[in-house]
């Protein structure tokens, strides 16, 4: 918003471009998302289902695996911590949810219960050095393995002990049932469930209003209204047959991709920064 203020609109643009936008969402008719009734196989949304179907070229790879590392220093109760962590399940369908093939259509099976093993390496016995090197072992290991759609849990949990007071906590997720925003809520609710659970106290998060799955079967019902229409606009604009953008390479495509790559860094100075800004903002 900081940088929206700084463009050359004026106040009374900005104004007008805000009352145009709330004017267009209200034509969209957007409801709140119901909570679902009854059990049984439930629709994948559509980010689930470009996933899986992507996954089924290439079952069991780890491609779509997000591995994450807390490194924690200071006393660690693992029994609070696993606490924690099964609450979680609890309280995310998501993270109790499996995916299959059900009548020819791919779907997501949530389970009442899962059971997520809680690993705990201690590695407080070994030399600096090999300590250092087995944890670093034992997380490559981790974010490497491939889970099991069909069977589940999609997620894993294991704890590495360096020291008495230094920990290294492995949380790896598959794609289908996290991303990059859900990992900082997992993090920040673990955190509240684990300060509680510590002290001997119960659970202070509130019970959610509505899960994925709830937003899956919202999102399928949105398609027959708002999204049918943009859908027909796209395909009015680009026409059925899209092809395929072919961008100059400096290799060839492989027929099958390794999902080998690296990162190239690259430091744009203030200067630059501030005037590429400008132009985006002016244009």
């Not at 918003?1 to 008719?29: T, V």
């Not at 119960?202 to 209003?209: A, D, G, I, K, V």
Request: some cysteine; glycine content about 6%.
């Amino acid at each position: 918003m900081d940088q929206f203020r700084r463009s050359d609109l004026s106040a009374d643009r900005r104004a007008l471009l805000a009352k145009r936008i709330r004017g267009e969402l209200a034509k969209e008719s957007f409801a709140g998302i119901p909570k679902r009734s009854g059990a049984g196989p439930i629709p994948m949304s559509f980010a689930q289902e470009r996933m899986w179907f992507l996954e089924q070229f290439f079952p069991g790879t780890a491609v779509y695996n997000i591995p994450n590392v807390l490194r924690i220093e200071g006393p660690l109760d693992l029994e609070a911590l696993e606490k924690s962590l099964n609450e979680l399940i609890c309280r995310h369908e998501v993270l109790r949810t499996t995916f299959a093939t059900v009548n020819d259509e791919p779907c997501q099976i949530v389970k009442d219960a899962v059971e997520v093993p809680f690993v705990v390496h201690d590695l407080t016995d070994l030399q600096e050095a090999a300590r250092e090197a087995e944890a670093d072992r034992l997380t490559a290991e981790e974010a490497g393995l491939a889970f099991d759609l069909k069977q589940g849990p999609l997620l894993r949990a294991r704890a590495l002990k360096l020291h008495e007071q230094e920990y290294r906590v492995l949380l790896t997720f598959h794609h289908l049932v996290a991303d990059g925003w859900s990992l900082g809520v997992t993090v920040g609710e673990i955190a509240a469930l684990y300060e509680s659970f510590a002290a001997g106290e119960r659970s202070p998060l509130p019970e959610l209003p509505v899960q994925y799955a709830d937003y899956s079967l919202w999102q399928r019902e949105q398609m027959q209204g708002v999204m049918a229409k943009q859908l027909d606009y796209w395909k009015g604009q680009l026409g059925e047959q899209v092809k395929p953008l072919e961008l100059p390479i400096d290799k060839p495509r492989p027929a099958q991709p390794t999902f080998q790559g690296s990162i190239c860094s690259l430091y744009l100075s203030q200067e630059l920064v501030t005037k590429i800004r400008a132009l985006c903002e002016q244009e």
